[in-house]
């Protein structure tokens, strides 16, 4: 997969790929969440999607099911120390479904990748 990534003006810093733009921005005066805003939701909405996929195949309503995230910083570093996803699920979600839906959102591609991150190389060409 190839992104092309560009700086339209201000701030802003896009992801274009596959017909699709992920927009990015900086304050004071964003227009579009940060990029590592954007990062830190794709924690969560893979989770969704893969809680979404469960749902599906076992003809389980995915209504009022909600995931929230919560991000906690190390004081010291002032980075991620901890990311705590909470599936919350309605009455109505069957009981003998609960730990099974857990272990599907574990199964995210991007928490996978976190967990064993890739190496990242950093070039530059002059006169692309």
Do not use: W
Not at 5 to 18: C, E, N, S, T
Not at 87 to 98: C, G, M, T
Request: with cysteine; aromatic share 8%; hydrophobic share 40%.
């Amino acid at each position: 997969m190839e992104m092309i990534i560009d700086f339209p003006g201000g701030q802003r810093v896009d992801a274009h790929f596959g017909g699709f733009t992920i927009p990015t921005d900086q304050p004071p005066q964003s227009s579009a969440p940060t990029p590592f805003a954007t990062f830190l939701s794709s924690i969560g909405t893979c989770a969704g999607i893969y809680v979404l996929g469960f749902c599906q195949q076992r003809g389980v309503s995915p209504e009022g099911i909600k995931i929230v995230q919560r991000i906690m910083k190390n004081m010291e570093t002032g980075l991620v120390d901890t990311i705590d996803l909470e599936i919350q699920l309605p009455a109505s979600f069957p009981e003998k479904y609960k730990e099974a839906v857990i272990r599907a959102a574990d199964l995210c591609a991007v928490k996978k990748h976190l967990e064993q991150p890739p190496k990242i190389n950093v070039t530059a060409k002059i006169g692309a």
